[in-house]
C-alpha cells in the first residue's frame, strides 16, 4: 500500500511509521530521491523533473521510483517543502515589525531565485510538511507586535507572500531583451500611429519609459510595491478601513 503523503512528508520525525518502501529492501531512502529530484529541477526545471528521468539519474527503474514517492505530484510536494525546510531564517532580533516582513519578503525572494521551479507548485498539500510549518510559523512571528487577531495575521502573511510571488515571477523572467534598439526603431512610427490618440498613456508612457529605459522596470515594482505592501498593513494595524483617509 501506499504510504500516505502526511508519513512521507514526516518521514524522519520519531512518531512516524516504521518503513518507508514497499517491496524489497531499499537501495535509497525518500530523502535522497527527493534531493536528488530538487537538485535536477533548479538546472533544468520542473519539466526536468519526470519519474522516468529521476530514476535514470539514481540509477533505479522508473517503476522503483514509485517505491519512494507515490506519485509525481506527491513528489512535487516533497520537493517544496524540502526546499522550504533548507530555507535560512533570518533571525529577527529586536527590530519593528515593519522591518520583520520586509525581511520575510526578501527571504522568500532569495527562496524563488534559489529554486525558480518553486514559482510553478501550487499545490495546497504542501501546508502538511515539517518545512512548511516552520516556516509559517517563523513568518507568522513577523508580525508578534502589530497587534492583529490571528485570522487577519495569517491573511497578512498571504498578502506579502502572494505579492512576492508575483514579484518573482517578473524578476526571474528578465527584462526580454534590449529594448532600448526596439524603441529606437519603433518610436517614429507609433508617434504617427497615435497622433493624438491617448495622450495620458502617451505623456505617462514617455515619462515612464524615459525613467525606466523600458515599458516595466521588475526591480522598481518589487521596493515600490513592497513600500506600499507594508504601508497597507500598518494602515490595518491602526484600524483603518479600505479607503478611509
Do not use: C
Request: glycine fraction near 12%; avoid cysteine.
Amino acid at each position: 500500500m501506499p504510504r500516505p503523503l502526511v508519513d512521507l512528508l514526516w518521514r524522519d520525525h520519531p512518531l512516524a511509521p516504521a518503513g518507508g518502501s514497499r517491496g524489497p529492501r531499499a537501495r535509497l531512502g525518500t530523502g535522497q530521491v527527493v534531493e536528488r529530484a530538487v537538485a535536477m529541477a533548479d538546472d533544468g526545471g520542473l519539466a526536468a523533473v519526470t519519474i522516468r528521468t529521476l530514476g535514470q539519474s539514481l540509477g533505479v527503474t522508473g517503476m522503483s521510483v514509485y517505491t519512494y514517492v507515490n506519485s509525481r505530484d506527491d513528489l512535487l510536494v516533497l520537493m517544496a517543502d524540502h526546499a522550504h525546510a533548507t530555507l535560512r531564517l533570518t533571525p529577527f532580533g529586536s527590530t519593528g515589525w515593519q522591518a520583520r516582513v520586509r525581511q520575510v519578503a526578501q527571504d522568500n525572494l532569495a527562496l524563488f531565485t534559489e529554486h525558480p521551479w518553486l514559482l510553478e507548485v501550487e499545490d495546497p498539500r504542501t501546508a502538511l510538511g515539517p518545512g512548511t510549518i516552520a516556516k509559517y510559523d517563523h513568518e507568522l512571528l513577523a508580525f508578534e507586535a502589530a497587534g492583529l487577531a490571528d485570522l487577519d495575521r495569517d491573511a497578512s502573511l498571504s498578502f506579502v507572500l502572494d505579492f512576492v510571488r508575483a514579484s518573482a515571477a517578473r524578476l526571474l523572467r528578465g527584462p526580454g531583451g534590449d529594448f532600448t534598439h526596439v524603441w529606437r526603431e519603433s518610436v517614429d512610427s507609433l508617434a504617427n500611429y497615435l497622433g493624438e490618440d491617448h495622450p495620458l498613456a502617451q505623456r505617462v508612457g514617455r515619462v515612464a519609459g524615459e525613467a525606466m529605459g523600458a515599458p516595466s522596470d521588475a526591480a522598481r515594482a518589487w521596493e515600490f510595491g513592497l513600500v506600499r505592501v507594508i504601508a497597507g498593513l500598518e494602515a490595518l494595524t491602526l484600524g483603518e478601513a479600505p479607503g478611509d483617509g
